[in-house]
């Protein structure tokens, strides 16, 4: 059996660098509405139904901060010819998993958007 030479894929230094503000805004945002769904002393019968889409958006955010962080301690850096910025090199499997995080949580918040609530910062 022959194994596939595994594909490698680029991100721009300041987009991932974005993506992970952003995921931490998430997380920051996420935890201060959990902690209202678990408050004793507030109305939040309507935040109670939220709680696994609150949940699965504080997994897929620190989800994607962990894969993140992991290819960051020690990354591979380009200049991309074309438009002379850096970009980080990725394996295709931590791309793949990046994606399906990112369509995870955003189709989370969607959710949470229906619900009149945000994990944005504006």
Sequence with gaps: MSKKA???YTLPVVYTEELVRETEEQI?????LLEDVFDKKAD???LKNMTPTIIEILWSNFSILSALNKELEDPT???NEQTQEEEYIFLED???SLQNLLVT???ANIRLNRLSYSVSLH
């Design 105 to 107: 949580r955003h189709y």
């Design 77 to 79: 850096l380009h200049v």
């Design 44 to 46: 939040n019968s309507n």
């Design 94 to 96: 931590i791309i793949y």
């Design 28 to 32: 920051s945002v996420a935890t201060d």
């Design 6 to 8: 595994e594909q490698l």
